[in-house]
T-cell receptor
Framework: AQKITQTQPGMFVQEKEAVTLDCTYDTSDPSYGLFWYKQPSSGEMIFLIY??????QNATEGRYSLNFQKARKSANLVISASQLGDSAMYFCAMRDLETQGGSEKLVFGKGTKLTVNP | NAGVTQTPKFQVLKTGQSMTLQCAQD?????MYWYRQDPGMGLRLIYY???????DKGEVPNGYNVSRLNKREFSLRLESAAPSQTSVYFCASTPSPGVGTQYFGPGTRLLVL
């Protein structure tokens, strides 16, 4: 069974500094996808970034980048130049694609609460 | 473009009451999902529908039923609510399995007394 582990319940960072949120995963499938979502206090789930297991380069989306280390089974999210609006819960998730059933499921970690201090 | 919509936004039930959470998407997506989120936890899959006319159990299906009414709509029913079902419920959709990301609705906050 696939599993996502986020070991940092909470993280603090100063505004304008970079921060890394950790995510490790466990799967026996050679093909998988990794996602990061942001959940602000308002509650909605906002997609940030995606990394496929066969992607050669680390994914980047604006200030977000994914430090993908396949051998270590880690997919850490790096937020550069933190802003006050980055304060939120961050969830790492893995795509479990059932080729026979023709569906996909997302398996989520428990999340990391990021607080950006002024 | 509304994306994924959920109704109601908030609901209070008494133990034993029933209710249906509604979800609709206007993105012509094939697959739809219901998750629950409990404090200190990530989202856990309750049920999903890979395509219109099909539904399957996820990680925590007990106490719930679903209906894929048509391609747009996927409802979640609690037949006899229990306090353990107090949670935030999210509906999501994706174009097809393995394609793109799942798009989430705003969530329904449910309190069972």
């Amino acid at each position: 069974a696939q599993k996502i582990t986020q070991t940092q319940p909470g993280m603090f960072v100063q505004e304008k500094e970079a921060v890394t949120l950790d995510c490790t995963y466990d799967t026996s499938d050679p093909s998988y996808g990794l996602f990061w979502y942001k959940q602000p206090s308002s509650g909605e789930m906002i997609f940030l970034i995606y990394q496929g297991s066969y992607d050669q380069q680390n994914a980047t989306e604006g200030r977000y980048s994914l430090n993908f280390q396949k051998a270590r089974k880690s997919a850490n999210l790096v937020i550069s130049a933190s802003q006050l609006g980055d304060s939120a819960m961050y969830f790492c998730a893995m795509r479990d694609l059932e080729t026979q059933g023709g569906s996909e499921k997302l398996v989520f970690g428990k999340g990391t609460k990021l607080t950006v201090n002024p | 473009n509304a994306g994924v919509t959920q109704t109601p936004k908030f609901q209070v039930l008494k133990t034993g009451q029933s209710m249906t959470l509604q979800c609709a998407q206007d993105m012509n997506h094939n697959s739809m999902y219901w998750y629950r989120q409990d404090p200190g936890m990530g989202l856990r899959l309750i049920y999903y529908s890979a395509s219109e006319g099909t539904t399957d159990k996820g990680e925590v299906p007990n106490g719930y039923n679903v209906s894929r009414l048509n391609k747009r709509e996927f409802s979640l029913r609690l037949e006899s609510a229990a306090p353990s079902q107090t949670s935030v419920y999210f509906c999501a959709s994706t174009p097809s399995p393995g394609v793109g990301t799942q798009y989430f609705g705003p969530g329904t906050r449910l309190l069972v007394l």
